[in-house]
């Protein structure tokens, strides 16, 4: 009886994590997705900017969309692997006129708002955004 001797070659496993939450769309739940995506990150070299991100996601989706109105929800979604990390919002759509009152100012270099989106496109690889007002939006940002 002859012995069989398999080689095997090692393979690497790349293992993606995903987490997702549902918020309720009040204003006193943005302390708590910071911290949600703060301790899922907390050994990450990017979580500082994944915070700040996910911040000014959760704050968009509260103030310009239907997740910020009375039993409004959004959701968060973070999504991680060896080398990349991956921070979703999905709010439920609408227009500004859906959101409440507001006044939007894209000239004005002082204004304190309408600053988000640059944000989060200076601090992320990559932004994506699917959707529209009539099913809601995702806004995706990567960092690798």
């Known amino acids: 009886m002859t012995a069989m001797l398999h080689e095997t070659t090692p393979t690497t496993s790349i293992t993606t994590m995903c987490w997702r ?7 006193d739940q943005a302390r708590l997705v910071r911290r949600f995506v703060a301790f899922l990150l ?7 900017d994944a915070v700040q991100v996910v911040a000014e996601l959760a704050g968009n989706a509260l103030i310009h969309t239907r997740s910020g109105r009375p039993g409004g929800t959004f959701v968060v979604e973070v999504r991680r692997g060896e080398d ?16 409440g ?21 200076d601090l992320a690889t990559h932004v994506t955004w699917t959707g529209d007002p009539d099913h809601g939006h995702t806004v995706t940002a990567t960092f690798s």
């Open 84 to 99: 990349c990390l991956a921070i979703s919002v999905t709010d439920q759509g609408g227009s500004l006129e859906d959101s």
């Open 101 to 121: 009152p507001h006044t939007r100012r894209h000239d004005d270099d002082l204004a304190e708002n309408g600053r988000g989106l640059p944000i989060v496109e």
């Open 21 to 27: 939450r549902t918020f309720p769309g009040r204003p």
């Open 42 to 48: 907390e050994d990450c070299r990017r979580a500082d």
